[in-house]
């Protein structure tokens, strides 16, 4: 469906719509990364460490769920709120509006109940394949247009990723309830397209915003090798027998966030793309120089690429809810008449 805007609309920010804040997108982006790694990664990784070790792990447990709710409910009352304002935009046709804020407004209520209730796995399900299609639909727009091209194409990509990693979790289940090789096998190949969907999704994003400045790609590149390459050897360091209580815990905690079943690919690529996402999602918001148009293109690829392959996780469903949102007011911010209007300012 159509949403590209007449180009004798008036600006978004008139009616009623404005921009996102940098600072909240930053804080929101912030608060997911923080609670993602202390969830998934750092409190597994303590518990069975070594005794003594309970006090820690309680004190960052409510750390983790304190940023888990406040991440919430910061992100959620943004999409809750420009969802309505998208309703009675009338710059989007609508049919789209009456498809769009139902199904986003029922994607966050799900998201607003998990942290009460342990949702189903069908109810799980239902949750990341609407986040997909949600932003599968709002990337055409942004398609449409040369200077939004790269964002329109990393969300699309992201989009099919988490429909691919969803679908080879749910082999992968159904792989080890029935003692069925072959189809665990046939998972990690889906699992394996759904790492090339989002490799191509974070080197399309890259590219978009180093446009200008290829010279902040080329400091960048080196810097995403090096971390990888950091964290490989300790993840390798980690398995010996010698290791240090350290490295067993950077191993343990890197390994919290690897994605099941695992791609085929090795572990060093695996480690290299989720420190890209994340030092790219950082430079996507916390870049100066950003016009005021840009930021809700910026962080429309920041929190689609850190949802990127865990989209039947909750909190990743509503960052991906989010860059459905923003994907949107950056639609509606670029007339077709003004082209290069989203083209990042070469201020490096």
Known sequence: ????????????????????????????????LLATLLSRALIPALRGLRTGLTPIIDAITTLSSFTSALGLVLLGAYCVKTLLQLLSSAQLPAGFRLALVPLGTGACTLVFLSPFTQLDTLVIAALALTTALLLLATA????????TRGVGLALALTALSGVVALTSRGLALRASEAALPGLFERARLLATAAFALDVVAVVVAAAWLAAPRWRLLALAAPL???????????????????????????????????????????????????????LLCGALVGLPGARREQRAARGALAFALLSHGALDIPFMALCGVVAMTLATVAALQAPRSNPRRLTPTASA
Do not use: W
């Open 1 to 32: 469906m159509n949403v590209t805007p007449s180009t004798a609309s008036p600006p978004l920010g008139a009616p009623g719509l404005r921009e996102p804040a940098g600072a909240l997108l930053g804080l929101g982006l912030g608060l997911a």
């Open 140 to 147: 055409p727009p942004l398609l449409a247009r040369a200077a």
């Open 224 to 278: 995403t090798l090096l971390t990888a390459l950091g964290l490989t050897r300790a993840v390798t360091a980690g398995g010996l027998d010698s290791a240090s209580l350290g490295a067993v815990l950077v191993r343990r905690a890197v390994l919290g966030l690897a994605r099941h079943p695992a791609p085929l690919t090795g572990l060093p690529l695996r480690i290299t793309l989720e420190v890209a996402t994340v």
